[in-house]
């Protein structure tokens, strides 16, 4: 099992352009969640996805967007980049129920850096 | 959410048990208390969760007050390769989130 996979590893941006960042979630999971995570700081909650739609979403703009295709795999887009979108975006796969009993895998993340 | 307190930093040595601590006074009946870890250069890893009981598994040992208001994640026999930053966090019913803090980093001292 490959676990959770995020692609690419690293990405530099320049201010204003638009990014896509992927995962793949682990075997056997449909519900995946994003995550932003500033250099020191704890990762914060921007979305999460099952069966296609968004179904929570934290305190972030709406240039924050994202996909989940039928194979449960998910894309984060930012639209309109700022310098203080640079931080390592983490992508999260669990089964539903992820407030109860069960729990998250990780992906390495996708380390975005803008200029 | 319901707010976690952790201390920012906490050392101890190769071999040794290790005792970290949260507290949760705001806790509602129905939270889970789960811990996840973060290794350097990694995203985080699951460690635990519990309800109300003690729990243990091949990783740690969870002990939860019997108020619920605190809990304490305990390493066995701390490892160099247990340095990371430990988060407690709290998730209910229909909060399918996890909210992180700034957790705890663990130093280990050969």
């Known amino acids: 099992d490959a676990g959770v996979t995020q692609s690419p590893t690293h990405l530099i941006k320049t201010r204003g352009q638009q990014v896509t960042l992927r995962c793949s979630p682990k075997s056997g999971h449909d519900t995946v969640s994003w995550y932003q995570q500033a250099l020191g700081q704890g990762p914060q909650f921007i979305f999460q996805?099952?069966?296609?739609?968004?179904?929570q979403r934290g305190n972030f703009p709406d240039r924050f967007s994202g996909h989940q295709f039928p194979n449960y795999s998910s894309e984060l887009n930012v639209n309109a980049l700022l310098l203080g979108d640079s931080a390592l975006y983490l992508c999260?796969?669990?089964?539903?129920?992820?407030?109860?009993?069960?729990?998250?895998?990780f992906g390495q993340g996708t380390r975005l850096t803008v200029v | 959410d319901a707010k976690t307190t952790q201390p920012n930093s906490m050392e101890s040595n190769e071999e040794e048990p290790v005792h970290l601590p949260c507290n949760h006074s705001t806790i509602s009946g129905t939270d889970y208390i789960h811990w996840y870890r973060q290794l350097p250069s990694q995203g985080p890893e699951y460690v635990i969760h519990?309800?109300?009981s003690n729990v243990n598994n091949r990783m740690a040992s969870l002990a939860i007050a019997e108020d619920r208001k605190s809990s304490t994640l305990i390493l066995h026999r701390a490892t160099l390769r247990d340095a990371a930053v430990y988060y407690c966090i709290l998730s209910g019913w229909g909060n399918e989130k996890l909210t992180f803090g700034t957790g705890t980093r663990l130093t280990i001292i050969p």
């Open positions: 996805y099952y069966e296609e739609e968004e179904r």
């Open positions: 519990g309800l109300t």
């Open positions: 999260a796969s669990s089964l539903p129920g992820l407030g109860q009993n069960t729990e998250a895998f």
